[in-house]
């Protein structure tokens, strides 16, 4: 059974920076694509940032892009989300996703606040 587990979340000062980690198990790390989502309380999921299996490719949605990073390490089975310039509004429940082969992934989550 696949098993992702989301680290790195905390509270930060509006401008700082957060990497996030996320270690999976369980699963063929290498051969899927990875996501990290984002949600708040009462709204939908959002997602943040994508990454190919072997890292080639990144995509990220347009309030992120130039502001985060996603990255990976397969010999590590780790995704990062490097986030930098953090708002307010970037506050959330921050999660990684695994999707393919049929299966689809989720971690639990990591919490991360932007305030002053």
């Known amino acids: 059974q696949g098993q992702l587990v989301e680290s790195g979340g905390g509270l930060v000062q509006p401008g700082g920076s957060l990497r996030l980690s996320c270690l999976a198990s369980?699963?063929?790390?290498?051969?899927?694509?990875m996501n990290w989502y984002r949600q708040t309380p009462g709204k939908e999921r959002e997602l943040v940032a994508g990454?190919?299996?072997?890292?080639?490719?990144?995509s990220y949605a347009d309030s992120m892009r130039g502001r985060f990073t996603i990255s990976r390490d397969n010999a590590k089975n780790t995704v990062y989300l490097q986030m930098n310039s953090l708002k307010p509004e970037d506050s959330a429940v921050y999660h990684c996703?695994?999707?393919?082969?049929?299966?689809?992934?989720w971690g639990k989550g990591t919490l991360v606040t932007v305030s002053s």
């Open positions: 996703n695994a999707r393919g082969y049929g299966m689809n992934y």
């Open positions: 369980g699963f063929t790390f290498s051969k899927y694509a």
């Open positions: 990454i190919t299996s072997a890292g080639g490719g990144t």
